[in-house]
Structure formats: structure tokens, C-alpha cells
């Protein structure tokens, strides 16, 4: 099974992704190592990508996802998948896969991202997550849109999504 824990930029995935895969004893991947140099020069640089720009990063991720899958493994995944038809292309065909989307305000995201240091993705950019951002719609079946509160500690996220998804925690 592969859990993708998505949401914009500062919504907690990483973090979140990171302490589900530990408590659940399963393989982390973070979808930013996915990107091609050219998207990390360009977010960098304070430009948003473009649906073209997101391609190879998507390619990247669903192969390793297929390779996850053909092992007999699981993970957790965490990537943004912002727009329907990435959350689509993560999903289809891969019925042992299901996603999470940490739904947070922005002005929380913005409180997030103005004190992050030593990520190449910084709050300048933050707008563009909400531009780009097609919230999960009921009908995406395999899509768990899970609102997140400011007080939330990432703990009790991980908490709510083992709840959610029927998980065994390892620990």
C-alpha cells in the first residue's frame, strides 16, 4: 500500500508523511526529491511551475510508486498534488494507493512559510499553491480531504489518518 499525504506548500506533509511511515514501519519518500534541478532553480527563483514543469516530477513519482508496489512494500509519499488530474495520475492504476490532502487555511500556510528557512520553496510562492489548488471533490473516491486546525500537532494528524484509513500502526 502507498499513502500519499499531499496539501500546498507548509500544510505539514513532509513532516506528517515522515512520522505516519515511522509510527507505521513503512518506506518515506519526499515528493521535492522528485523534481528535476530546472523546477528547484525555478521555485528558487520565485517562480511557480507550470503544469509542463510538473510532468517529469509526476513521471518520476509514479514510477517509483510502481517500483514500491511491485516489491511488495509500502510507503509514504508526500507531494502536493494540487490539481486533480495529478492526484488522478498518482492514483490510477494503482489500486493499493490512497491520498490524503491536509486541507489548511492560508492564512495558516502563510504563518508557516514566512519563518521557513533552508527550503527552496519560501512564502513568496505561496499564492500560486492556492491559484493552482483544485480542492479534492467527493467524487475522488480514493482521496481523503482531511482538514488540518493551526493547533493541530502533526502527532495527532498521523493519529487521525491511521484512524481514517484503518492503518496498523508498527509502534
Partial sequence: MIVVVAGVAGSGKTTVGRQLAARLGWAFADGDTFHPAANVA????GLPLADADRQPWLAAMTSWMDDVLA????????????KR????ELLDGRPQAVLVFLDITQSV???????????FFLEPLMASQFQALEPPDP???RVHDLPVGDDESP??????IITELSLQSAK
Avoid: I, P
Fill in 109 to 119: 500556510c502563510h504563518a508557516r512559510l514566512v519563518g521557513r528557512t533552508g527550503h
Fill in 85 to 88: 488530474s495529478y492526484r488522478d
Fill in 71 to 82: 516489491s511488495g512494500q509500502s510507503a509514504v509519499l508526500a507531494c502536493s498534488a494540487l
Fill in 42 to 45: 525555478k521555485m528558487r527563483a
Fill in 155 to 160: 502527532g495527532q494528524v498521523v493519529t487521525e
Fill in 139 to 141: 467524487a475522488e473516491t
